[in-house]
């Protein structure tokens, strides 16, 4: 082989080189900095004052990588800045673990979009498209995970060894310190009984289990985040989609029009007796069993619709008829959502409200935006359905989000105890059981109620509150102690680290209640 071509050879592996491999020693800090950031602000703390600190530092992290890498940060960005920086702050305001769950997935999904927003031209591709391009990024991250460590052996053995040889020599030298220092310390601490003392303790203020659980949630940390943007920084998602052969309006007509004529005659139905006229109910049924009955099949029968309308707009061919009928199933949809949403409104009335109750009646409002853009959708191509449904569901999570289905809850069903609420149809309420169970979210509802009601507050601050037995949690009376009870253990695990503004209002509402009439 001529020396001519090993050097051609030679150059094309050095262009291969990643930028991250090449600068390993600023992206590797960088992550490091970034996994220090998050054990700070996450660990052990999944809804403390931190967490919008870590989300912005999370931002500027991407940021700092993109521009090292070159990458444009492109404006028309303040869209998922602003809603990731409201869910950050939502957070904070809430003391709903389930809502902490679906607030932290709703960032990490805007922020994927975010960062393949600034790569590709996200706005241009459809619905399924965006849907697998964020799944794929998701995957192939993955598969990323293990490549800081290849990085960091070629950056130790191509960099540090001829240009930084001082730092290489540095981080040799701690890791042979450190079993050199174990050992020591064991001789010392075996050779004196204070000094010994000394180490236990401070072992002991460092637990063993929590410095486990710190490094192996570093170590898988630093992994990912590298990971991600070795990823998006190889810009190798397939973002051309290859044309599609397109079925036979033919084909899709009949079956839309059966579904279609069938529907149209449910939705006549339910116009006319449940919406218009009374309802006459079969012999043996109560109007609870109607609602509840009827409610999750229309659901069903509605989100189906939905899929069937978007295969149809997808995989068959231009024909008016076709769209004449699906906008049909649209608008009969429309009726489904609202009969769904009326059967469910009337089973609260009978059986009060739930969290499953409030995130149904959400879904439904969510699901009737969705087919109003779909319905757009089906006679202007170029409407964005993607990012209008992105829009959508953002906001109106934002809003429920910051609604607080725990302080609702609370609201509505402390109501109607007494008879306060003309709407319940039943008698008072008297699920104390899951009444006590709701989270600090609740406390401006409950706390006040339980003021007028005659509790002691003021056992509050005792060190026992005396929370209610299982048998008692069922007594008016006596929940509110075992709720009391639940707000106090959580309000005194907080640090500054782990300050929540839910907990902390409901911690200052019990003292205010308490105070009044000092």
């Known amino acids: 082989m001529s020396e001519e071509r090993v050097e051609n050879i030679q150059e094309v592996k050095e262009e291969r080189i990643s930028p991250m491999k090449e600068q390993f020693g600023v992206f590797g800090i960088a992550t490091f900095l970034y996994a220090v950031l998050y054990l700070f602000c996450m660990y052990q703390n999944k809804s403390g004052i931190t967490y ?28 998922y800045l602003i809603s990731i920086g409201l869910l950050a702050v939502a957070t904070v305001c809430t003391d709903d673990s389930v809502l902490h769950f679906f607030n932290k997935t709703g960032i990490f999904l805007l922020m994927i979009t975010l960062l393949l927003s600034n790569l590709y031209d996200v706005n241009s591709w459809s619905f399924g498209k965006t849907v697998k391009g964020i799944s794929a990024t998701i995957c192939s991250a993955f598969c990323e995970i293990f490549t800081p460590f290849s990085h960091g052996k070629w950056y130790c053995k191509n960099k540090l060894s001829t240009k930084n ?10 890791v042979v310190a450190i079993p050199i220092f174990a050992m020591m310390a064991a001789l010392l601490f075996s050779a004196d009984a204070v000094f010994r003392d000394l180490g236990r303790n401070v072992l002991d203020a460092m637990n063993l289990e929590n410095i486990y659980g710190i490094c192996w949630r570093f170590v898988l940390f630093f992994m990912a985040a590298y990971g991600l943007v070795v990823y ?7 973002v051309e989609e290859k044309p599609r052969k397109m079925g036979e309006a033919l084909l899709a007509i009949p079956v839309a029009l059966m579904l279609t004529l069938m529907y149209m005659v ?40 939905f899929v069937l309308v978007l295969i149809g707009l997808a995989y068959f061919k231009a024909s008016k008829v076709l769209k004449a009928i699906l906008t049909m199933m649209s608008l009969c949809s429309f009726v489904m959502i609202a009969s769904s949403a009326y059967r469910m409104i009337m089973y609260i009335s009978y059986y009060y409200l739930t969290y499953l109750r409030v995130l149904v009646l959400w879904g439904l409002l969510v699901l009737t935006l969705l087919f109003a853009g779909v319905i757009v959708f089906i006679f202007k191509k170029g409407f964005p359905l993607f990012r209008y449904s992105l829009v959508v569901v953002t906001v109106l999570y934002i809003a429920l989000a910051f609604a607080r289905p725990h302080y609702i809850i609370a609201t509505v069903n402390v109501a109607a105890m007494d008879g306060q609420s003309s709407f319940f149809k039943t008698e008072e309420f008297d699920d104390y059981y899951y009444l006590r169970s709701l989270s600090a979210d609740a406390a401006p509802a409950i706390i006040p109620y339980l003021a007028d009601a005659g509790y002691d507050l003021n056992r ?18 006596r929940f509110g102690y075992d709720y009391l009870d639940n707000i106090k253990e959580r309000c005194q695990k907080t640090t500054f680290r782990s300050f929540n503004m839910s907990r902390f209002y409901a911690d200052f509402l019990v003292l205010g209640e308490s105070t009044k009439g000092f």
């Open 165 to 174: 040889s001082k730092v290489l020599y540095v981080v040799l030298g701690v």
């Open 232 to 238: 998006l920084e190889k810009r190798t998602l397939k």
């Open 460 to 477: 509050y601050y005792q060190d026992d509150i005396g929370g209610a037995s299982l048998q008692d949690m069922l007594i008016k009376e």
């Open 52 to 79: 919008p600190f870590f989300v912005a530092g999370s931002l500027y992290y991407f940021y700092y990588c993109f521009g090292k890498l070159g990458l444009t940060w492109k404006k028309g960005n303040l869209f």
């Open 266 to 305: 449910f939705c006549g139905i339910q116009i006319r007796y449940l919406f218009v006229g009374g309802i006459s109910l079969p012999e043996g049924y109560t109007y609870a069993e109607y609602a509840r009955e009827g409610f999750f099949q229309l659901l069903m029968v509605a989100m189906i619709n």
